[in-house]
């Protein structure tokens, strides 16, 4: 391999290192910027509750939806899979430690 190549290479390589973080940087939703946080270990705390028609506050259980998406705390698909289990709710709204993450409306 000769020299040009080499340089070639490895200007490649830097560059996906550059701009694959960065298109998620830009294209996920806050406050989950990271889309490799998904592979790290975290004490991170998820928390469900769900919105009842009379505004009355139920807590959730992302057990109750089964594996992978009970584990999977990015997307929709939990909220979602949680409003098709409880037909009651108007709407799923995920915590993220104490802090609201989103709101997921049901129907």
Do not use: K
């Not at 910027?33 to 919105?51: C, N, P, Q």
């Not at 979602?80 to 409880?86: I, K, N, P, S, V």
Request: hydrophobic share 40%; charged share 15%.
């Amino acid at each position: 391999m000769n020299r040009a190549l080499a340089s070639r290479l490895l200007v490649g390589v830097l560059a996906l290192e550059i701009v694959v973080p960065a298109v998620s940087l830009a294209t996920t939703s806050t406050p989950r910027h990271y889309a490799w946080s998904m592979f790290v270990e975290s004490s991170t705390d998820y928390r469900y509750v769900g919105l009842t028609g009379d505004e009355a506050q139920v807590p959730l259980d992302p057990a109750e939806v089964g594996r992978p998406w009970s584990a999977i705390h990015y997307g929709p698909q939990t909220p979602q899979r949680l409003c098709a289990l409880h037909p009651e709710l108007t709407s799923v709204t995920r915590f993220y430690d104490a802090d609201l993450e989103s709101v997921q409306p049901c129907g």
